[in-house]
């Protein structure tokens, strides 16, 4: 079942088992807040049972394009289109987020963003490859973040 994420009152609802669960539930309050804000789009995620070809989807993208496996668990997912581009998310037990990027129309513009929940480390399959910026956010405290553009056609 599919539910919209709330960035005023953040739930922790469906990300129970992360031991960051506070800091991811403000990070996907964070994305929800955005989109809101920036499309009128309101965020909406499902729990990975419900939405395994998401998963697969950026699974693929990964795998394709740096050989990258997350050995998490992942919990919730979330795919739409906003002007002329396709955001894939997907939110995982340790507090990583993993966001695809991709512009309908412009091959140039797609990309893969990692971002890390305040209190996680850098998950093993990605600290050798990224390096990782902090930004702060009222919802989600210090977020780290990375990226790294999509080459390939999904």
Same mark, same amino acid.
């Given at each position: 079942?599919?539910? @919209?994420? %709330?960035?005023?009152?953040? /739930?922790?609802?469906?990300?129970? /088992?992360?031991?960051?669960?506070?800091?991811?539930?403000?990070?996907?309050?964070?994305?929800?807040?955005?989109?809101?804000?920036?499309?009128?789009? %309101?965020?909406?995620?499902?729990?990975?049972?419900?939405?395994?070809?998401?998963?697969?989807?950026?699974?693929? @993208?990964? &795998?394709?394009?740096?050989? @990258?496996? @997350?050995?998490?668990?992942?919990?919730?997912?979330? &795919?739409?289109?906003?002007?002329?581009?396709?955001?894939?998310?997907?939110?995982?037990?340790?507090?990583?987020?993993?966001?695809?990027?991709?512009?309908?129309?412009?091959?140039?513009?797609?990309?893969?963003?990692?971002?890390?929940?305040?209190?996680? %480390?850098?998950?093993?399959?990605?600290?050798?490859?990224?390096?990782?910026?902090? &930004?702060?956010?009222?919802?989600?405290?210090?977020?780290?973040?990375?990226?790294?553009?999509?080459?390939?056609?999904?």
């Amino acid at each position: 079942m599919a539910n @919209i994420v %709330d960035f005023v009152n953040v /739930s922790l609802a469906g990300l129970e /088992s992360s031991p960051v669960s506070k800091s991811l539930a403000g990070l996907r309050a964070n994305e929800a807040r955005y989109f809101k804000n920036k499309y009128n789009h %309101d965020f909406t995620v499902s729990p990975v049972s419900e939405s395994k070809e998401v998963l697969d989807y950026v699974t693929k @993208i990964l &795998q394709n394009e740096r050989n @990258i496996i @997350i050995s998490s668990k992942p919990l919730e997912t979330t &795919q739409f289109v906003v002007e002329g581009v396709k955001w894939t998310y997907v939110f995982y037990e340790s507090g990583l987020s993993i966001n695809v990027l991709y512009t309908l129309d412009n091959p140039k513009k797609r990309a893969v963003g990692f971002k890390l929940s305040e209190g996680m %480390d850098v998950p093993k399959e990605l600290e050798t490859k990224f390096k990782f910026v902090r &930004q702060k956010s009222k919802l989600a405290g210090t977020i780290r973040g990375s990226f790294f553009v999509i080459k390939g056609e999904y």
